[in-house]
């Protein structure tokens, strides 16, 4: 993997915000409205994410009040579909990878993987937290989108992601206690 720029995503509060930060700790925000909604906004681009409803399966992406993209759940996986600069289409899958370390992978319609988000162990948990910190391991990244834009993207999904699976994991437990 390539290491040539670092990245990390670090929780900023209990609600799910978080900053990307990169090796020269430039920051980028993303900051969530309201925890219980999903909303959240980054004055990076101008970005607003937006769930269509309550139940959070589709989510929508907007930049300068222009819908541009979308983030939808699957089993296993989360899908960012994005329109870049040129307003051409593209399509990332985060798909959960390893068992041991919270890891997920990211990859682009060829199928080839861009960036790896594995949990920092190195950083302090916070019984607060919804969310994890992530170190980026950069793939073969194609360059199709700003990289600082699909992280918020990818932080945005992978919180989503962990919100789902840990709340079907709870519901699992539930079941087995009424048993």
């Known amino acids: 993997m390539d290491t040539f720029q670092q990245f990390k ?3 900023t509060s209990g609600k799910g915000s978080f900053k990307v930060v990169d090796s020269t700790q430039k920051t980028i925000e993303l900051v969530y409205e309201k925890w219980v909604n999903g909303v959240s906004r980054s004055l990076y681009n101008n970005i607003y994410i937006k769930p269509v409803n309550v139940w959070g399966v589709e989510t929508y992406i907007y930049k300068n009040d222009k819908k541009v993209g979308q983030i939808i759940s699957g089993l296993g996986s989360m899908t960012i579909k994005i329109e870049n600069l040129n307003e051409e289409k593209l399509k990332y ?5 390893t068992p041991k370390l919270l890891k997920l992978d990211i990859f ?7 960036f790896s988000m594995s949990e920092d162990i190195n950083s302090n948990f916070l019984c607060n937290k919804i969310t994890r910190d992530y170190c980026i391991e950069m793939g073969k990244y194609d360059a199709e989108i700003d990289i600082a834009e699909l992280l918020i993207y990818c932080g945005y999904a992978a919180r989503k992601y962990l919100s789902i699976t840990d709340c079907n994991y709870y519901y699992a437990q539930s079941l087995k206690f009424k048993n």
């Open 93 to 97: 899958l985060l798909q959960y990878s």
């Open 9 to 11: 995503i670090k929780t």
């Open 108 to 114: 682009n319609e060829q199928n080839e993987l861009q």
